[in-house]
């Protein structure tokens, strides 16, 4: 499935790893606030930001999987099955498709407290980019350097939860995976002392005892536990190369490797990518399953009044650097 | 500390993971069978094979962590403190010192059996390399493309294991690690079906429920577990890119964050570099923490039979690939 | 803190541990039905059950920890500290005090769906005992042979569950202690096939490994879990010996043994006692902490339609069988 | 499998959970000085001291589970199946056949040292006891008021391992349950502080979650760790009444409850007697899956000097106590 995370030192990143065991031709799309990117439901205005990210282009409109603005608000939306329940289109509302909702936040909110206020404006609809491309069902997390919160749209309505891990997976809904964290309060990054009982000599035989009990597998929940673990934990420079470099370390905790997560007719679920943008300077970072090296699209070196997409595909071919 | 583990599809394949809180200056060196490398305290005849490794260079000897020959045998030395116990120099042996015993068995035997008969003759000593480079705690794994083994000094003397899951860590010792994963024989990369009990309905709300109770910290047994699962359940092409590549994300599943592995005096454990040696083709691959796009030094782009090193500093900078 | 299930052979049987660091005087206590029981805020026609159960009887009035009336139904209250959420008397509703339900529940209701119902029309309020007797925070498990539900009052208002596994502890709330039994969808009473891999040989070296990763602490939630695999899984026989004797297994699985469970100033929470009321017959059985041996009160035995109550102090003293 | 448990409080205890599948007979045996056990291969003096202890009696001698003589020392033999190795018989040395030992150590060693002592010079046979009764795989826990330890006859030769935790189960050998410990450094009786991040405001939403991580399986492994952890951590009184409940808690915290471990053709393994001995007094005392009350003999009631049995079968049925 997937994991998103913030990260923060001197500027703010914001990125996610897409699990799947198929893949769409992802690639970076650059979408100016002058492209036409007309709502199914409803007539806007022009939008006012600039988006980076990463999407599937299917015919002329970019199906945004995560992505940044030009004010630094960033937003992605990750699978939420079976929990995810959209409204029908209501008449007298502003009625967004859950496919638009990426674009349209971003296109028009400078941060989260914007997009907050937007959201709970709006009526989230059920409705389908196409019949080839069914409703996906999902949950978002949107952020700024300042403010992190997930939605979710569920049988009780629309929710908003503060997100202070800035962490995001999947099932189950954000409520019971922040209240499972407590189940690990006793875990810790540091040598551990001897509490089991002090009538046994224990030894740290091993570097890292203190962190025994934090949970492996692939499984959502348990990719959340890792990821909070190792995101809050995490020690970096404030540099951008420092602040890169860590940020794909944090996300390569919670990676999928072809084989470890079987799906029915020999499937596998894998990492299809991992993203890190910078969204306070809109450089979009990502390494793909077959690319180790990181790869970067820079936001401002495009025409950001233009009226079309800029589309950057994935390179998802070992690019080794041969030192003999 | 540190995890190595074997790989085969066309080629076999040789690599691992050197977790520190510091970095010496590690190079890829290639050492050619004429390198003049002369053991502390015996004379032996010329080695047959040159040898392809990360190494520190303290001076002109090459101390290697990990490395492979010409012929495909393979070795890497794994801290194993407190356990490894080696021997005082014995008149009537053939004493190697522990900081000579990559090369000397790399330099001499064509595959695995070859390696543990000559073992078998010899004394592995406690000779330190110098006043400023102390005896190292270590253990051994040695493979070749049919077979892998696990070698321990310990306080009952020279242990040589089957190591059929191909897989090193560090403490404790390697029967111990082994019985270990017994215990989590009912995971399973597969999605599971309900055996806790058909009274009650329990679904598979995520995919990878069936590996629940992996272990995810980074102590040496909890590493051993998961990367053996990770490993014996990967699934890849068998294309020279596709292996190196996979062999990557296998390692990927072991590696350290900076700052979840804190050591006394705001010191940090992280994966220093990572390699992967295909053996059978004497090509060695690596990343480092600094740099995740993968370097390459080639065995057989220079003259074998030369008498000096070849040297390769490891490149720890981030070598992003800017789209636009 | 404490745990409940429900159990079915030939009869029903239904009980709970108390887990506390103090102990009140427990006392088994009948309950007749005409037993002048006031309300404090409502008047009500005469009960039509008598009750029996485990009580604190601070002056006059039974404060009923766990009881089951004529009919078979059957009721605890157990701690929910912080998530419980009582009302304030409303003029216009019956206002049924917290510590008031389970009398007025069961001296109403004949099963658990006339329960359903009567708790539908009912402002259970925050109304304390006395100023000695503050108010609990509490949540119910209700149960007849045939249904059981779970009851909490929360910030979101009354939620009634239906309780498939037939077991309740603590926090957290209910919905979330069903949704975490997913986790161990994977574990199993039986002996395990090797699904960890195919490559390596593992071994059942032990009976009982396909249940290796169910909680063994005391906290509310590995108890639930712990009970939940117990009972789901629990075999016996129908007869009243055979049910009552494993009953007590039962829940001797999330029993709390002084020392264990450390709070503040060297108290100690422990289980104060343990019951099992076959409430199709209405034999109340109990053990203490002090008191392996099994104690029973007998409903049947007294008057129920006496106007006073008929009290059995727990027997707290080991009452051993000397064979020579 | 089984779990045997040392405790000292004013006097020493020493007790046991049997955990099969089936049961023979059970009986509490006092087997006084004189009683002519004649050894299969060795002609001794004199036994020293009488015994008191669990036993199977095929037809006229005892075999014993565990047991205590006069002096206080005690022995229990354990499950350790394929493990357990022993000799064959070899003429020049002081045979002793396996299901001899404990009343051979027992009957003529008055502390755990000169059981040490005694069994250096013995060779422990492979000898069964009848066709019917073949030879059982098995380790013995040994243990006076002052020290404790466990022997084991392995491929490897006879290992005696000081026993600082005083428990015993099954497998693995006992220098890999005891290393095992280490894994659980973290665990604590204590409400546990925020360690995981300061970041995240995390909080103690139930008693008892400083131990999260114990584990809760009915294997031997799990099953020594939560004894080692209830055990060290254990609180109570001096007095005889509060030791012999205590222990009784201690052993429950690992007893199996029928159904939760399944074996081939709908057997069920259960913990078919546990037993206390008060070995500095010689009162045994015992409770039995079908008995829940807590039985004892005095070794001191009869004529220790007599040349018979003196036997009593386990009481295997609820004596339970009717109130009214």
Chains 1, 2, 3, 4 share one sequence.
Not at 71 to 88: D, I, Q, R, T, V
Not at 215 to 224: A, E, T, V
Not at 227 to 246: H, I, M
Request: glycine share 6%.
């Amino acid at each position: 499935m997937c994991t998103a995370i913030t990260y923060k030192t001197k500027n703010f990143y914001f990125g996610r790893t897409l699990d799947l065991e198929y893949s769409y031709s992802e690639e970076v799309v650059i979408m100016p606030k002058n492209f036409p990117f007309s709502l199914r439901h409803t007539t806007t205005d022009k939008r006012r930001y600039a988006i980076i990210g990463t999407a599937f282009v299917p015919d002329t409109l970019p199906l945004y999987y995560d992505a940044a603005n030009e004010a630094g608000l960033s937003m992605a939306g990750l699978n939420f099955p079976e929990n995810a329940k959209y409204n029908k289109v209501i008449k007298s509302k502003i009625n967004i498709a859950q496919f638009e909702l990426i674009p349209f936040i971003l296109g028009n909110c400078s941060d989260t407290d914007e997009a907050v206020k937007l959201i709970s404006k709006i009526n989230i609809t059920d409705t389908s980019y196409s019949s080839e491309l069914p409703l996906a069902d999902l949950h978002w997390i949107i952020a700024d350097k300042n403010k992190c919160v997930t939605l979710e749209c569920v049988e009780d309505g629309v929710k908003i939860y503060d997100n202070a891990a800035g962490v995001l997976t999947n099932n189950p809904p954000f409520d019971i995976q922040t209240f499972n964290l407590n189940n690990y309060i006793n875990l810790s990054p540091e040598q551990p002392e001897n509490t089991f009982s002090s009538k046994l000599e224990l030894k740290n035989y091993t570097k890292g005892l203190g962190a025994v009990g934090l949970p492996g597998d692939l499984s959502s929940q348990s990719r959340f536990v890792r990821a909070v673990f190792t995101k809050l934990n995490s020690v970096s420079g404030k540099s951008e190369e420092q602040s890169v470099n860590q940020f794909f370390h944090i996300l390569g905790s919670v990676s999928q490797t072809r084989g470890c997560n079987r799906l029915d007719g020999n499937k596998y679920e894998i990492t299809v990518y991992t993203s890190c943008c910078n969204a306070s300077d809109g450089i979009y970072y990502y390494t793909t399953y077959g690319n180790h090296r990181i790869n970067s699209v820079d936001l401002r070196k495009v025409n950001l009044k233009s009226d079309g997409l800029y589309r950057y595909p994935h390179i998802d071919k070992e690019s080794i650097n041969k030192q003999n």
